[in-house]
């Protein structure tokens, strides 16, 4: 079986123009809109049995997982035809999820995400418990009285994306100052702010937007509203976990899988890789590691969020190719991988299945569910309307899987 670091560190080394792991490893890059995986990459390469082979370092351990139902705390679903693809798929690999608002127009208001929960459910699978919980895209215009109405309705977050910052981003947020009164109200009702930390200031490198984010914006915020709860999304720097690790009671951070597995190099050598290329874009191996660091280490303030944020692949293998990478169907192995392999397995449901059901205050899930040790083979890719999604790790051997 190739583990996971060994996956990383062929994607670092080898060269798509050679071939090798790696090309399989991400899937192919031509012609849309083919499910066999069947499409010829332009980097012709086949996997290497010993590649694909290989013993990791995970033998040993446990042949089954049981534990609490998990819950996905960043998830993008998109809107229309594209449903009935995609949210099967996170329903059956999690309880809740929480829903993003980026959708275009933006779901800005508590009628908006009743609506959008709605179309959601039409799609949620017969026999299926998925529970899908709406979050409100804030701007510089939310009025405090729409706090209370998500409120009224249920709803537990509003998303900050500073405009411009990421997909569908636009009509977010200019100035922080602009949403104080929106702020205020969330403090007081206890609704949580989810952010998306990356300043867009163009003389700040991309590299880094979240490090500037966090010593400039994210102060702004916590000085003023010292009570708000506030979640760092796809946390990737060690500046970000050391924030959280040091910082109050009132700021968690969500884990994406990418972030944990990983590095720039991935995006970037040996050919540029689309779809690896998500926001906050990939850190240096360093950042990479102090991200597993945190994310195992069993603290209560970090969790499960995938971040799984689906784009038709004729929109990543483009001249400017859209930010996201899609993960929903099987980032829970992914993960439960990467704790097995940082010796962390007995963390793994904390960071699953508890601390974002205590940080969002909510119950945690009864049901519980079994990952078992079975080989099997991320797809190339999966339906996506009219199109396909390259999923994270297409190719790749995995080693758990979810019994449903
Ligand atoms: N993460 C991404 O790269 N993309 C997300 C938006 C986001 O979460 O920033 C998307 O909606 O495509
Ligand atoms: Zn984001
Ligand atoms: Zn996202």
């Known amino acids: 079986m190739l583990s996971l670091a060994m996956w990383r560190t062929r994607l670092g080394k080898e060269s798509a123009l050679r071939g090798g792991t790696l090309a399989v490893a991400h899937a192919p890059l031509a012609s849309p809109r083919r499910l066999d995986g069947a499409r010829r990459s332009r980097c012709p390469a086949t996997p290497t049995r010993d590649a694909a082979e290989a013993v990791g370092d995970t033998s040993g351990g446990p042949e089954r997982l049981t534990f609490t139902a998990p819950d996905d705390w960043h998830l993008h679903l998109r809107d229309g035809d594209v449903l009935a693809d995609v949210v099967p798929h996170s329903a059956s690999q999690f309880s809740r999820a929480i829903v993003m608002p980026n959708l275009t127009p933006p779901v800005t208001t508590a009628k908006l995400a009743c609506e959008y929960r709605a179309r959601i459910m039409a799609h949620v699978p017969e026999g299926s418990s998925f529970e899908p919980l709406m979050t409100l895209y804030l701007t510089d215009n939310t009025p405090a009285e729409e706090v209370h109405r998500a409120k009224e309705a249920g709803f537990r977050a509003f998303k900050l994306y500073p405009a411009g910052a990421t997909t569908n981003s636009d009509s977010g947020v200019t100035d922080v100052r602009k949403c104080f009164g929106a702020l205020k109200a969330m403090e007081e009702t206890g609704t949580l702010l989810l952010v998306h930390g990356e300043v867009v200031d163009p003389k700040i490198d991309i590299f880094d937007r979240e490090?500037?984010?966090?010593?400039?914006?994210?102060?702004?915020?916590?000085?003023?509203?010292?009570?708000?709860?506030?979640?760092?999304?796809?946390?990737?720097?060690?500046?970000?976990?050391?924030?959280?690790?040091?910082?109050?009671?009132?700021?968690?951070?969500?884990?994406?899988?990418?972030?944990?597995?990983?590095?720039?190099?991935?995006?970037?050598?040996?050919?540029?890789?689309?779809?690896?290329?998500?926001?906050?874009?990939?850190?240096?191996?360093?950042?990479?590691?102090?991200?597993?660091?945190?994310?195992?280490?069993?603290?209560?303030?970090?969790?499960?969020?995938?971040?799984?944020?689906?784009?038709?692949?004729?929109?990543?293998?483009?001249?400017?190719?859209?930010?996201?990478?899609?993960?929903?169907?099987?980032?829970?192995?992914?993960?439960?991988q990467v704790f097995e392999e940082n010796g962390a397995l007995d963390r793994f449901e904390g960071f699953a299945s508890v601390n974002g059901a205590a940080f969002y205050g909510v119950p945690r899930n009864e049901r519980v569910v079994e990952l078992v040790r079975e080989d099997w083979r991320v797809p190339a890719n999966y339906k996506f309307g009219d199109d396909v999604v390259v999923p994270l790790g297409a190719g790749l051997k995995l080693t758990w899987r979810l019994r449903t």
């Open 211 to 336: 490090r500037v984010f966090i010593e400039t914006v994210l102060p702004t915020i916590l000085d003023n509203f010292p009570n708000l709860k506030v979640v760092l999304e796809h946390i990737t720097t060690k500046h970000a976990a050391r924030f959280v690790l040091d910082g109050p009671k009132n700021v968690a951070a969500s884990v994406t899988p990418q972030h944990m597995l990983l590095n720039r190099n991935a995006l970037l050598v040996g050919g540029i890789k689309p779809h690896f290329y998500c926001l906050p874009i990939l850190k240096r191996e360093e950042h990479r590691l102090a991200i597993v660091e945190a994310a195992t280490s069993g603290h209560p303030r970090f969790f499960l969020g995938t971040d799984s944020a689906p784009h038709a692949d004729q929109n990543k293998l483009s001249a400017c190719g859209c930010a996201g990478i899609y993960s929903a169907p099987l980032a829970l192995p992914i993960y439960a």
